[in-house]
């Protein structure tokens, strides 16, 4: 039987192996397509936004961008010049972006803010050119900046990574520009290598498009890799020397926990972290007692399943390479993910103490990533070294294999404890054909826990088929039941209980299949519609015997109009044979409020929703849902109002409410989630943040205010003030105001 699966699993990558092989030179002939020269500029460039300096004279041009979004094909109805140039520190790029109607959608001043909802132009690198990972440099016209790295999946973005650039923008009657110096010592890349992937897009907000240089279909992000043009040097680029940053930082908080009647106490503290480069294409990131007061706060949500939900990772060390660990399993099951590190099995912070952590490219085929963090004894939680290692090997073309081990060891003083080590190990196979139509995967992981030896490992396959109009995917996964994710995160394994306030393990089976088919109209110039979509999500998850766990569908259909609105409408039929009793408020009198009953359940809603145009200075998006929740019913609805006002403040205010209505002796249930947002923009290098929640489901009030002056670039002086009262009796919980202190030398 087991034979039989592995063999099943493989099938679907042998069968598109081999169409790899018939499509080996598709990205090669793409490329061949959309080349650029790029020479050494003989004079220096001074980086203002005006393009009057000699080189940019007699550089060579791209002057035609295709269409990208919400249709592909055609040129784009305003042009983009692009000019490349280098020297032995900086990459430049020149950018004229024509505009006839020069009234641009500025969404933020703020770095790393709203760009895709912005006019803006970015360029997209690849310097091993290899489609494996990248980086992405995006400007507005008003200057904004905004970097990322992007992974060879997709072009998925981590806007969380932030270096030092440079770039300037001007603003003309019929055009603005930009000037970029993009330092060589930021960007991984091979000596000697004279062929580099590129690409540039324009967001053109006023007539509602995004263009490119090197084309990319419809169905593809115009971030991906594998669909970009190619920058040919006269002279292949060196490394440039001093690719070592440290960045230490000093804190002064003052803070009382209320719930403990503590008093108020003062701490501060210092600590540092390091870039070190090393070689052509690694990175070494050191922390020394790291303190992450300055992230932002999770935004809470509402959570009406049955499970926990991940929230992403905000904290800095973590985010450079990050794919390299966090990319490994799918969303409801990632084995690891760095939240983790910090947190015991409660959710409360430890202390970190320091960490390591190596990335990058080995070879132009092969990544690597080790981290180790240690973290402090606190209370009843021992000291703990956490390890990660990763590699990253392409093969075919595009496609990858990838493996991983992690590794949790608790230690009392020097001594390591025994029967408390956590293991994890993997192995992912995934094909990506040249062209991108075609993504294919099979993995395999395993847990390693004292005592535990069987159903203790999972695997899935599946395949991802995408083309212009349409798209297919489908993801077939055992889970055993002694499957433990101590460094990452596993969704459905674990039932509450709530009745006898214990949890029960139980292994699983699914197959999720997403699906959408668009219908662009046929005169798209006249039409008030860039497409309709039809689409939909069928999850079914089975008991190890073969019975159903639940099945949670989702059918829609959606509008996109030329004026950036949308409207959709869904219906969501499930059924869920519930295997303990459980609850969805926190009541904990079960006489007064029972329990739900561990049962069949089936139940069916039906949702709509519309935003507006996102260009105007005030947009809104309402959503509506209704129908049967388990045995009762639910009605909910949210709302987002945004408005810019001018240049200097964003203002946003967001709620959402569910009412579940059970049949007695079952108690109804309330949530309301109410998240008021502010941004003052004083200056594009001083921002001022308050954040404000109100969540009955967490039962907590909080107040985030953030004031960021970024005196140097990525050097920053902060003051963090946070407040959280108790929703139901009005209580304060906590407060804190903090202030630090970082220079990036």
């Not at 269409?67 to 055609?74: M, S, T, Y």
């Not at 990335?359 to 080790?370: K, M, V």
């Not at 004894?377 to 956490?386: F, G, L, Q, Y």
């Not at 409408?569 to 044979?577: D, K, Q, Y």
């Amino acid at each position: 039987m087991r034979v039989c699966y592995i063999l099943a699993l493989f099938a679907p990558f042998f069968v598109f192996t081999e169409k790899a092989r018939a499509q080996n030179i598709t990205r090669a002939e793409h490329q061949n397509r959309f080349v650029l020269t790029i020479a050494r500029s003989s004079a220096p460039i001074q980086v203002d936004g005006d393009l009057s300096e000699p080189v940019w004279q007699t550089a060579a041009v791209t002057d035609t961008f295709w269409l990208k979004w919400p249709r592909d094909g055609g040129p784009a109805p305003e042009q983009t010049e692009v000019r490349c140039a280098y020297d032995d520190r900086f990459l430049y790029v020149a950018v004229v972006a024509h505009d006839t109607s020069p009234d641009y959608v500025i969404q933020s001043i703020k770095r790393d803010v709203g760009y895709w909802d912005s006019d803006g132009f970015a360029v997209v690198l690849d310097p091993t050119n290899t489609a494996n990972n990248g980086y992405f440099f995006g400007v507005s016209p008003a200057g904004v900046q905004t970097e990322a790295l992007l992974s060879g999946t997709d072009g998925e973005m981590d806007t969380n990574w932030d270096n030092k650039w440079h770039v300037e923008t001007r603003r003309y009657s019929d055009r603005w520009t930009a000037e970029y110096a993009i330092p060589l010592r930021i960007l991984r890349f091979k000596e000697g290598q004279g062929d580099w992937g590129i690409n540039f897009i324009r967001n053109d907000l006023s007539n509602g498009v995004y263009s490119t240089w090197a084309r990319v279909p419809f169905q593809f992000d115009g971030t991906d890799v594998g669909w970009t043009g190619k920058l040919v040097w006269d002279v292949s680029p060196r490394r440039t020397k001093g690719n070592h940053n440290i960045i230490p930082y000093a804190t002064t908080a003052v803070s009382r926990d209320y719930e403990e009647n503590g008093a108020w106490k003062i701490k501060p503290n210092a600590g540092l972290d390091a870039k070190i480069g090393i070689g052509s294409g690694l990175n070494l990131d050191v922390t020394l007692n790291p303190d992450f007061s300055q992230v932002e706060i999770d935004e809470q949500v509402v959570n009406l399943t049955r499970f926990d939900v991940q929230l992403p990772e905000k904290r800095t060390f973590f985010l450079e390479n990050g794919d390299l660990f966090a990319n490994f399993g799918i969303p409801p099951v990632r084995p690891f993910i760095s939240r983790r590190i910090g947190l015991n099995d409660a959710g409360d912070q430890l202390p970190i103490l320091g960490g390591l952590r190596l990335t990058g490219n080995l070879g132009s085929d092969t990544r690597i990533g080790a981290m180790m963090m240690y973290t402090q004894k606190k209370d009843s939680t021992p000291a703990r070294n956490n390890t990660a290692l990763t590699i990253n090997r392409r093969v075919l073309g595009r496609s990858r294999v990838s493996g991983y081990f992690l590794d949790r060891e608790s230690f009392d003083g020097s001594e390591r404890i025994r029967n408390q080590s956590s293991r994890n190990a993997g192995l992912e196979t995934v094909f990506i054909s040249n062209n991108s139509q075609w993504t294919s995967w099979l993995t395999h992981h395993r847990s390693f826990k004292p005592g535990i030896t069987d159903q203790n490992w999972w695997g899935n396959m599946g395949f991802n088929y995408r083309t212009r109009g349409f798209s297919w995917l489908t993801d077939v996964l055992h889970m055993g039941k002694n499957y433990y994710a101590d460094l990452g995160f596993e969704q459905r394994i674990e039932n509450y209980d709530v009745v006898r306030d214990t949890t029960l393990r139980i292994g699983y089976n699914f197959v999720f299949n997403n699906f959408s088919y668009q219908i662009f109209p046929k005169k798209p110039e006249t039409s008030r519609i860039n497409y309709v979509e039809f689409g939909g999500e069928l999850f079914t998850v089975f008991n190890p015997a073969g019975s159903l766990n639940e099945a949670t569908n989702e059918l829609y259909a959606q509008i996109n109009f030329k004026n950036t609105s949308e409207l959709a409408i869904g219906v969501s039929p499930n059924w869920a044979n519930v295997p303990v009793p459980f609850k969805f408020d926190d009541e904990d009198d079960l006489t007064r409020c029972p329990a739900l009953p561990a049962a069949l359940y089936q139940f069916t809603s039906v949702g709509t929703e519309w935003s507006s145009d996102y260009r105007k200075r005030f947009f809104v998006s309402v959503s509506a849902k209704a129908g049967s929740f388990y045995n009762g019913h639910q009605y909910g609805g949210g709302f987002e109002l945004n408005a810019r006002i001018r240049a200097f403040m964003n203002l946003r205010l967001a709620a959402e409410y569910n009412r579940l209505d059970f049949p007695a002796p079952y108690c109804d249930v309330e949530l309301f989630n109410l998240t008021p947002r502010v941004e003052v923009f004083f200056a594009k290098n001083l921002w001022w943040t308050t954040f404000i929640q109100y969540n009955t489901q967490a039962d907590n009030f909080n107040i985030n205010s953030r004031l960021q002056w970024r005196f140097r670039p990525m050097s920053d002086v902060f003051v963090v003030y946070t407040d959280n009262y108790a929703v139901q009796i009005g209580n304060v919980k906590n407060r804190a105001l903090v202030a630090k202190v970082s220079y990036w030398f």
